[in-house]
């Protein structure tokens, strides 16, 4: 049978149509067909990778394929976000990002990325709670306790953060700001040194991640006042936050979440997101966070983006008080 031209360019144009939902139920469901690489911006062993390895091996146990941990640790974190923001928008490289993210656009002069233009989130993952730990020689075992001994010693004391800007400087900045403490930020290259500078007397307190504190506060090198998270924390229901003591209403933490290259595809987004719901159920993985004072959290892509912006808002004033600027 012949058909007019016309009357065959209908009938592909409709059987095009037809077919295209299969064709991309069919690339969705085909994904991941090779291996993933999650972008981790901060060193191996610290706080944030401690728990996107664990996220990464039940993300690899329910998508069957590796996802192998990238480690590109350095400014902040932008260095892995910029090589997420140029990586293939193919959902085969995540960004796994912290807090630290809507920092840096207040705290630099220059990006090479945008946040809203250049990545696309996908899901909240799990908040560590900060911690207020002082070196033990330092005579005061209540926040009231501390608050006044530090006082009564202005430009006595210095304070220990993961870095310049980091979420650890600006929320021990908002407390001794707020407590009218005169004290002296000493910033570090990543908490690990901090921590061990803290317990060894070199610095007198700071606001660090519970999970990298907790093995020294465990073998009692230094003492652990509060912590920022809105409630008390299951693995020290004794210590009271900073909301219920000197701070009504404080509240910080190194969340964490999943991004990826902007572009890439909805279908690919809605399946890393689901997978992370799942992952985040998991009681085993629950209990591995929980290990690491780490809550698991969770949202829909739009929520998360919603989340980083009012949380760029956030914190673009309080960088301004501090008057840190970095290149």
């Given at each position: 049978m012949n058909l007019p031209s016309t009357r065959r360019a209908a009938l592909a144009l409709a059987l095009t149509a037809a077919l295209a939902p299969w064709g991309a139920a069919q690339a969705q469901a085909?994904?991941?067909?090779?291996?993933?690489?999650?972008?981790?911006?901060?060193?191996?062993?610290?706080?944030?990778?401690l728990v996107a390895r664990v996220l990464a091996q039940k993300l690899s146990e329910q998508m069957g394929q590796p996802i192998v941990v990238d480690n590109r640790a350095g400014a902040n974190g932008n260095i892995g976000a910029v090589a997420v923001a140029k990586a293939a928008a193919d959902?085969?490289?995540?960004?796994?990002?912290?807090?630290?993210?809507?920092?840096?656009?207040?705290?630099?002069?220059?990006?090479?990325?945008?946040?809203?233009?250049d990545l696309a989130p996908v899901a909240l993952t799990a908040v560590v709670p900060l911690a207020l730990v002082v070196n033990p020689s330092v005579p005061a075992n209540t926040v009231a306790e501390f608050v006044a001994y530090a006082k009564a010693n202005p430009d006595k004391l210095s304070?220990?953060?993961?870095?310049?800007?980091?979420?650890t400087h600006l929320a021990a900045y908002q407390f001794v700001r707020a407590q009218g403490i005169v004290a002296t930020h000493v910033p570090y290259k990543g908490s690990a040194p901090a921590d061990v500078d803290l317990a060894a007397g070199q610095i007198q307190f700071m606001t660090d991640t519970i999970n990298s504190v907790m093995p020294f506060v465990k073998d009692k090198r230094i003492k652990l006042l509060a912590v920022t998270s809105?409630?008390?924390?299951?693995?020290?229901?004794?210590?009271?936050?900073?909301?219920?003591?000197?701070?009504?209403?404080?509240?910080?933490?190194?969340?964490?979440?999943?991004?990826?290259?902007?572009?890439?595809?909805?279908?690919?987004?809605?399946?890393l997101n689901a997978e992370?719901?799942?992952?985040?159920?998991?009681?085993?993985?629950?209990?591995?966070?929980?290990?690491?004072?780490?809550?698991?959290?969770?949202?829909?892509?739009?929520?998360?983006?919603?989340?980083?912006?009012?949380e760029t808002e956030r914190w673009a004033g309080v960088v301004k008080a501090t008057g840190v600027t970095l290149e």
């Open positions: 085909a994904y991941p067909a090779k291996p993933i690489t999650m972008v981790v911006p901060f060193p191996p062993g610290g706080p944030t990778d959902g085969y490289t995540l960004l796994y990002n912290t807090s630290s993210i809507t920092l840096s656009p207040s705290l630099y002069k220059s990006l090479a990325y945008d946040l809203q233009r304070y220990g953060s993961a870095g310049n800007g980091n979420v809105a409630k008390r924390m299951a693995l020290f229901p004794a210590v009271p936050t900073l909301a219920e003591t000197v701070m009504p209403g404080f509240e910080a933490g190194a969340w964490q979440g999943l991004m990826v290259p902007a572009g890439t595809p909805a279908a690919v987004v809605q399946r992370v719901a799942k992952a985040l159920k998991n009681p085993d993985l629950r209990d591995k966070l929980a290990v690491q004072g780490a809550e698991p959290l969770g949202s829909t892509p739009e929520e998360y983006g919603t989340y980083l912006r009012k």
